[in-house]
């Protein structure tokens, strides 16, 4: 299920960043704050791609540690690589994944996809990524 854009109207402000060749996008409202990776006295932080189930970790370019908003529990810090954008879209860009991978990507916290600009766009839930830390 994506993420309420509640108070946006019909916009989704997005924070895309690229783990690799794949380009991310996490609504902005779940972003509570950005600092660089290995800050002194920063708290831990949980890796991107091992949230999604990446089968070994790929070459982060710039990483980058995002607060994540979690509804009803504590903060949590993800480690997130190589931010491009805050991207404001309208929601009716938004595309489901095919019915052949919908199930798979719902499970990974994936709920949707904003094809343009020269490529693809996956659209990540932080929150329901973070249920199982």
Do not use: C, K, N
Not at 61 to 66: C, F, I, L, N
Not at 80 to 98: G, K, N, Q, S, W
Request: glycine content about 10%; overall charge negative.
């Amino acid at each position: 299920m994506p993420p309420d854009p509640a108070g946006t109207g019909r916009d989704l402000r997005l924070l895309v960043f690229r783990l690799g060749a794949l380009q991310f996008g996490v609504p902005a409202e779940q972003v509570a704050g950005l600092r660089g990776y290995g800050e002194a006295g920063a708290e831990p932080a949980v890796w991107f791609h091992a949230l999604l189930g990446f089968p070994e970790a790929p070459r982060y370019r710039a990483p980058t540690a995002a607060l994540v908003s979690r509804m009803g529990r504590s903060p949590a810090w993800v480690v997130l690589d190589a931010i491009d954008d805050l991207l404001e879209v309208e929601l009716d860009a938004v595309r489901p994944f095919p019915a052949l991978a919908e199930a798979h990507a719902l499970r990974r916290g994936m709920w949707g996809i904003l094809p343009g600009r020269g490529r693809m766009v996956l659209l990540v839930d932080l929150d329901q990524l973070l249920e199982a830390v």
